[in-house]
């Protein structure tokens, strides 16, 4: 054989390398290209899983003023809740559902404040939903044991704390739990409901936090 040729079976078999090189990119790109799409369909998936509203800022100036601060809820659907910040403290805007405002008449019983006789709102809101409008629930979400933030807990089945659950508000720190209209049931250590905060319709799609309506005590 002359100089420089290669025999015909080591040319076959540098070219079943090569081939075999080639299917290693490329599956090595599919897996790439497969893991890529899991991780952005993951992501999706997570976006998808958390309510679009998960909180609303006012402007820093009105933050630091303690000013009153406007909120849309329009994008608020039934069973969602919108976290908003107000003077340094969570304001919650909770849409309850007819289900949800149905059930708030049935466990008076378990309350200790069923009537809201305590100063823990504003007059336009003592009344059994605790509100101006009866599916928009707006409360401060500061427990009123040491000052911890409860979680919301809306479904209205048993749960681990409470075997007759309608949904509400469970404060971890020491089991404080509150109905869906931020009253405290009896046997928390939280002595008294979650207090409802000054607001008004400016009109159907927007509150304002921290004035009452025209008017009002
Ligand atoms: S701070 Fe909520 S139960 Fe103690």
Redesign the pocket.
């Known amino acids: 054989m002359e100089p420089g040729m290669i025999p015909i079976p080591a040319m076959f078999n540098r070219i079943a390398e090569s081939r075999m090189a080639n299917q290693g990119v490329n599956s090595g790109r599919r897996r790439f290209l497969t893991a890529s799409t899991a991780v952005v369909g993951g992501v999706g998936a997570i976006f998808a899983a958390v309510p679009f509203i998960k909180s609303w800022n006012p402007s820093a100036r009105a933050q630091v003023a303690g000013a009153p601060v406007e909120v849309d809820i329009s994008k608020v659907e039934p069973g969602q809740r919108l976290t908003v910040k107000w003077r340094g403290k969570p304001v919650w805007l909770v849409h309850r559902t007819e289900e949800q405002l149905a059930a708030l008449g049935k466990h008076d019983a378990r309350l200790k404040d069923a009537a809201s006789e305590q100063d823990q709102q504003p007059a336009y809101a003592r009344n059994p939903q605790r509100s101006v409008k009866p599916e928009m629930l707006v409360l401060v979400g500061i427990?009123?044991?040491?000052?911890?933030v409860?979680r919301y807990v809306p479904e209205l089945e048993p749960q681990p704390f409470d075997s007759e659950w309608q949904g509400g508000f469970f404060?971890?720190?020491?089991?404080?739990r509150f109905d869906l209209a931020g009253r405290v049931f009896d046997g928390?250590?939280?002595p008294i409901n979650l207090e409802v905060p000054a607001y008004r319709y400016v009109d159907d799609r927007n509150i304002v936090i921290g004035v009452g309506p025209e008017g009002a005590a």
């Open positions: 427990c009123t044991h040491l000052g911890c409860p404060c971890p720190c020491h089991n404080s928390s250590p939280a």
